[in-house]
T-cell receptor
Framework: DTAVSQTPKYLVTQMGNDKSIKCEQN?????MYWYKQDSKKFLKIMFS???????INETVPNRFSPKSPDKAHLNLHINSLELGDSAVYFC???????????FGPGTRLLVL | DQQVKQNSPSLSVQEGRISILNCDYT??????FLWYKKYPAEGPTFLIS?????DKNEDGRFTVFLNKSAKHLSLHIVPSQPGDSAVYFC????????????FGSGTKLNVKP
């Protein structure tokens, strides 16, 4: 039974398109995150939500918009995709102020 | 500007020997550190952590050492097993912003049978 799931696993799309990645956790956690793993393999936090409220918003282009319809879901919508958006995107969750985060399997996005 | 660095992209070790993975950080405000393990096509999973009030934390075959003056931490795996082959990430945060972790770029460990 998957704790943190992401869909889709792979996403290949053209520049300029709009796409969404969905994330769901069934752990009852309060906090959810989006990370981007870039070509240099660093995992960088993009957003964090606690109980549907945005608590961390790093320097991310406005084309990225997270949406949290409830505390079990945190979706990522990306407008006007660019080549540089190609990366692996990881969703994670944790109890609030807990050091341990539980990661999803990642979504590999390729923008052509 | 990466605040957490893992300067060895890969490490190869014989089964049964010790694996030592290193991590350096630049922000002296960091006071909580973790190691995550990642298999291909999976997300990272939590392995072990250490608070800055300690200099060592042990969990079975895994031990993390923290040298605050050098801003350096290391993960020791002994004895290494083939199933330990994975990418290991270190991460750091401050107690003032516990939800925000800075990750290194990972070290790929290969344990040879």
């Amino acid at each position: 039974d998957t704790a943190v799931s992401q869909t889709p696993k792979y996403l290949v799309t053209q520049m300029g398109n709009d796409k969404s990645i969905k994330c769901e956790q069934n752990l009852g956690h309060d906090t959810m995150y989006w990370y981007k793993q870039d070509s240099k393999k660093f995992l960088k936090i993009m957003f964090s939500y606690n109980n549907k409220e945005l608590i961390i918003n790093e320097t991310v282009p406005n084309r990225f918009s997270p949406k949290s319809p409830d505390k079990a879901h945190l979706n990522l919508h990306i407008n006007s995709l660019e080549l540089g958006d190609s990366a692996v995107y990881f969703c994670a969750s944790s109890p609030f102020a807990s050091e341990t985060q539980y990661f999803g399997p990642g979504t590999r996005l390729l923008v052509l | 500007d990466q605040q957490v660095k893992q300067n060895s992209p890969s490490l190869s070790v014989q089964e049964g020997r010790i694996s030592i993975l290193n991590c350096d950080y630049t922000n002296s405000m960091f006071d909580y550190f973790l190691w995550y393990k990642k298999y291909p096509a999976e997300g990272p999973t939590f392995l072990i952590s250490i608070s800055s009030i300690k200099d060592k934390n042990e969990d079975g075959r895994f031990t993390v050492f923290l040298n605050k003056s050098a801003k350096h931490l290391s993960l020791h795996i002994v004895p290494s097993q083939p199933g330990d082959s994975a990418v290991y990430f270190c991460a750091a945060s401050t107690k003032y912003n516990f939800n925000k972790f800075y990750f290194g770029s990972g070290t790929k460990l290969n344990v040879k049978p």
